[in-house]
């Protein structure tokens, strides 16, 4: 009976009869340390009572068909968030906001069919980015680009359309050719003649058909003013052509309606 001896004592010991609450972690998951173990438990949402703390966060093979505007928790200290094989075919611009130490993303085998590059601007610390097998057709290069610590980018086994749409893609491909993995599965879908063909065995050579067309100030005014101007000067012309047209066939007539009258012969 000696804890009830003092305050302190007495503080000891109703801590030891009840220890400090252990960090939150969801019904659905498994907690150890930093990380929570969310995996195959038909989660078609992201848990909202995350530890703060949690550094590690699996969540794959669940139902999660939409990432909305701040689908996380507060998880300042996320380092790997995995998602592969839900149904995720869409990812707000606002889903990732508080994410900004993420490190590592996989968003393998989901439905993505278009990513904007809004949706990674604050992951400005990720360094490994998982699109593999998902629905791409292409990808605009500014998604990529507004990672700049990108170092590791799977992008294999999607439907990529080998159109000259793909030429902004292709080129910042090139140019960080150390950066793309599996390099030997990105293969074109579309057209039927280019199916299953390697996306960077392309040469310059391959887009001599696509011209960009970048349009100064100077051009835009001056198709501005073009434009009207080709518009008035095509009604003038076909309003002088009707005019001669319509001059040239009554001239055509005028013999007709002056000609002397014939003389009646036989009286």
């Not at 003092?6 to 907690?31: F, K, R, Y």
């Not at 990812?91 to 590059?117: K, M, R, V």
């Not at 749409?165 to 990105?186: A, C, D, F, T, Y």
Request: aromatic content about 8%; overall charge negative; glycine content about 6%.
């Amino acid at each position: 009976m000696g804890c009830w001896k003092g305050p302190t004592a007495m503080l000891a010991c109703l801590l030891l009869l009840h220890p400090l609450p252990s960090p939150a972690c969801p019904a659905a998951c498994h907690c150890s340390s930093a990380e929570a173990d969310c995996r195959d438990n038909a989660l078609r949402e992201v848990p909202q009572n995350l530890s703060p703390n949690t550094s590690t966060l699996w969540l794959g093979y669940n139902f999660i068909t939409v990432l909305g505007p701040r689908s996380f928790p507060p998880l300042p200290g996320l380092l790997l968030l995995s998602l592969p094989h839900n149904c995720l075919g869409l990812i707000h611009s606002q889903a990732l906001l508080g994410l900004g130490e993420l490190q590592e993303l996989d968003l393998s085998n989901n439905y993505l069919t278009t990513l904007t590059p809004e949706t990674f601007l604050p992951l400005t610390n990720l360094t490994t980015l998982n699109l593999g097998s998902n629905r791409l057709g292409t990808l605009e290069p500014e998604v990529l680009s507004a990672l700049p610590q990108l170092g590791t980018l799977l992008l294999q086994d999607n439907p990529w359309v080998c159109s000259c749409g793909i030429l902004p893609l292709w080129r910042w491909l090139s140019h960080n050719r150390e950066k793309v993995q599996e390099k030997s599965l990105l293969l074109c879908k579309v057209p039927e003649q280019l199916n299953e063909y390697p996306i960077m065995a392309f040469g310059n050579e391959s887009f001599t058909q696509c011209q960009d067309i970048s349009l100064s100030v100077q051009n835009y005014i001056a198709l501005l003013v073009m434009g009207p101007f080709c518009f008035i000067a095509s009604i003038f012309f076909c309003t002088l052509m009707g005019s001669i047209t319509v001059v040239y066939h009554n001239r055509r007539r005028e013999p007709h309606f002056w000609s002397r009258p014939c003389s009646c012969k036989g009286h």
